[in-house]
């Protein structure tokens, strides 16, 4: 049976790490301007994870107050996006199915595509949705960006988690049927199996992101998708926040007013509002709170970005928003939907500012220990410490099983 009824987001829930490296602890470590750092990058710290702490106890911890308000019973489906995954065969969501003792009666898979899979995850999940209303499908967006120290790419590292809850009637986002996607196969930013840190080439990056936006937008509204003044707001993915006001300018500059074939590829000169801080401002800005203090989240940060702007605008009742989601390699997509009405209702705007701010600093030395800790890939070697005081941490590694344990 379909259905015409609404499908989208009626819970959104993130959480990070025990740690946080601040960029101006990094500046003076790189002899670099921390101005670079905080007005040329948009990036104020980073999450590092405790010892005790990987994609599968943050996700777990994310998507644990979900389960708390709405139950288990209804989940049929956890879809787990990730690029940090934690095995080959077994999908990282089966621990957090195991932690949070949802149903057996649930389909469990992990999704990979760079920072995009969360992504597909979510329209995979409305497909679902649409064939049975009466389902729930759980989305877990988690990860672990890391680069070499010293490398360009360092200070754009970070880690979070989010947890959606789809449904149809969702509370907080009626996701359109409409979205906009562009494929490519390129070499920007890649991680071979045998190494912890991504490789990329940061200028190559950019310019396939904004390319890859501005192909989505173009699909999106070849397939009748609305004009991007109709959007209150545009959350993009944000390997560092500045990225969304870059890929922004680019849009408003290349993506022209559809034609009578409704093809809008056409480069049209720079509106106005293109140049205009002030407009991208009104776009972007309450969308980069939490990836400002918590760096580059992968597979969470565009959804990390919703929640940002959902806790930071009370004005966005039946507003159609954007959101913009880029995986290197490279997979975009363009998608709009609309806020729901009473939506700050079922918002976590506490628990999330909680879950930025418990984060302890660490030095840099203390930094650099954690850093080179994550890279040993002979699991025998580590030494995993109690330090995490999330509500479920990684106990042990025993015979190559990961053990994991709920703190609550
Ligand atoms: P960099 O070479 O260190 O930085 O690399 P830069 O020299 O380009 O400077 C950055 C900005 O700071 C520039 O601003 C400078 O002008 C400014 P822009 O010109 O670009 O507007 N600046 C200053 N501002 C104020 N005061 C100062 C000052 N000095 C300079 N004193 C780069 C930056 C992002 C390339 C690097 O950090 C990197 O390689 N990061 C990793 C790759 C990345 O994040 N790429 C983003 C697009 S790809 C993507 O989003 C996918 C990804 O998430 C992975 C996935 O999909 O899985 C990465």
Not at 285 to 301: D, E, K, M, P, Q
Request: aromatic residues 8%; glycine residues 6%.
């Amino acid at each position: 049976n379909t259905t015409e009824r609404p499908i989208g987001i009626d819970d959104l829930s993130f959480s990070t790490t025990h740690y946080r490296l601040d960029q101006d602890v990094l500046a003076s470590r790189l002899g670099v301007d921390a101005a670079k750092l905080h007005t040329g990058l948009g990036q104020d710290a980073f999450s590092v994870p405790a010892t005790d702490e990987d994609i599968v106890t943050m996700a777990a911890t994310a998507a644990q107050p979900i389960i708390a308000r709405h139950g288990p019973e209804r989940i049929r489906t956890i879809l787990f996006a990730t690029e940090t995954g934690v095995d080959q065969s077994k999908a990282a969501g089966l621990y957090v199915h195991g932690l949070l003792g949802l149903p057996a009666t649930c389909r469990v898979v992990e999704l990979k595509q760079a920072c995009y899979s969360a992504t597909a995850a979510l329209q995979f999940a409305t497909a679902l949705i649409a064939r049975d209303p009466g389902q729930q499908v759980l989305v877990l967006a988690s990860d672990i960006a890391k680069y070499q120290l010293g490398s360009e790419g360092e200070p754009t590292q970070g880690a979070a988690a989010a947890a959606m809850l789809v449904t149809a009637d969702p509370a907080v986002l009626r996701i359109d049927p409409c979205s906009g996607v562009y494929s490519e196969d390129i070499s920007d930013f890649w991680r071979p199996n045998y190494r912890t840190e991504a490789v990329v080439d940061g200028k190559l990056s950019i310019d396939a992101y904004k390319r890859a936006t501005r192909e989505a937008f173009a699909d999106y509204q070849r397939r009748g998708g609305r004009y991007l003044d109709q959007f209150a707001a545009f959350c993009y993915h944000q390997p560092f926040t500045k990225m969304a006001y870059k890929a922004h300018r680019h849009l408003l500059e290349h993506a022209g007013t559809p034609g009578p074939d409704g093809d809008s590829r056409t480069t049209t000169d720079a509106s106005d509002s293109a140049t205009d801080a002030a407009d991208l401002d009104a776009a972007l800005a309450a969308t980069t709170h939490y990836n400002r203090a918590i760096g580059n989240s992968y597979t969470a940060s565009a959804y990390l970005a919703l929640a940002s702007l959902l806790d930071h605008r009370k004005d966005l009742a039946d507003q159609p928003i954007a959101v913009i989601s880029y995986g290197s390699g490279a997979v975009a997509e363009f998608f709009g939907g609309t806020v729901v009405p009473g939506y700050r209702d079922h918002l976590r705007t506490t628990a999330n500012a909680h879950a930025i701010a418990r984060r302890q600093p660490i030095d840099y030395q203390h930094y650099q220990r954690l850093h080179h800790e994550s890279d040993l890939t002979d699991d025998a070697d580590r030494k995993i410490e109690q330090q995490t005081t999330a509500p479920y941490r990684l106990a042990a590694i025993a015979d190559h099983q990961r053990i994991y344990e709920a703190t609550i």
